[in-house]
């Protein structure tokens, strides 16, 4: 089946540490996304890439980076200046043309020890 | 800036009892509005996706519509397994696929 997977479903970070987290996809989509969702707030956009080699910072992108050489992998690294990342990290995939849906993993949450 | 806001954020109903959720938006020229069902500790799932002005979509229980707006998602005769989070999405007319700007939900309980 066709999908998104994200890696792990739990992670804990310790303070001043890096984490990344991996979301991968078999949809054949050229666009990848990267989204946070605190409770009682929308999703928030950290960054998306619509090519390989190529990404755009999102409306949170500070505290994060993120990588795209490969067509089907778009990991997410958590660095030690992101002061709140205690959240529901979201990747989604879609075609690359306006007006398409995004397709979303289950998720990663991400708590400080 | 892109401006999406759901009402009401939470609604009981009883199983049978039809009603409407609201998603007013805000954008600079609309390319998509997006409706996704999200469980709890899941990421959202897909339902529709609304272009222009006076469109709709049908889906088992759920009728999304459109003006230029807001957005309905009107459920018709709910069941229990209906409870979820629905979220509203826009994308606006940029270049290419940008990200969604989204709403913050309407938490749907129908009870039994």
């Known amino acids: 089946d066709g999908g998104i997977t994200q890696s792990p479903k739990y992670l804990f970070r310790k303070e001043g540490q890096n984490v990344t987290l991996s979301c991968e996809q078999n949809l054949n989509h050229d666009a990848m996304y990267w989204y946070r969702q605190d409770p009682g707030q929308g999703l928030r956009l950290i960054y998306y890439s619509q090519i390989v080699n190529d990404f755009q910072k999102g409306d949170i992108a500070e505290g994060y980076s993120v990588s795209r050489e490969k067509k089907e992998s778009f990991p997410l690294t958590v660095t030690s200046a992101q002061k709140n990342p205690t959240a529901f990290y979201l990747c989604a995939s879609s075609m690359a043309r306006g007006g398409q849906p995004q397709h979303f993993g289950d998720g990663t949450r991400l708590s400080i020890l | 800036e892109d ?6 954020e939470a609604l009981r109903l009883q199983e ?6 609201n998603c007013s938006y805000t954008v600079s020229g609309l390319r998509g509005l997006f409706w996704y069902r999200q469980d709890p ?4 799932e897909f339902l529709f996706t609304l272009y222009s002005a006076g469109e709709e979509k049908e889906k088992e229980r759920l009728k999304a519509t459109l003006t230029k707006k807001e957005s309905f998602l009107h459920i018709t005769a709910p069941k229990p397994e209906d409870s979820a989070t629905y979220l509203c999405a826009v994308q606006s007319a940029g270049g290419g696929a940008d990200g969604l700007t989204f709403g913050k939900g309407t938490h749907l309980i129908i009870q039994p």
Do not use: R
């Not at chain 2, 401006?3 to 009401?8: G, H, K, L, M």
């Not at chain 2, 500790?41 to 959202?44: I, L, Q």
């Open chain 2, 41 to 44: 500790g899941k990421g959202p």
């Open chain 2, 3 to 8: 401006q999406v806001t759901q009402s009401p």
């Open chain 2, 16 to 21: 049978g009892e039809s009603s409407s959720l």
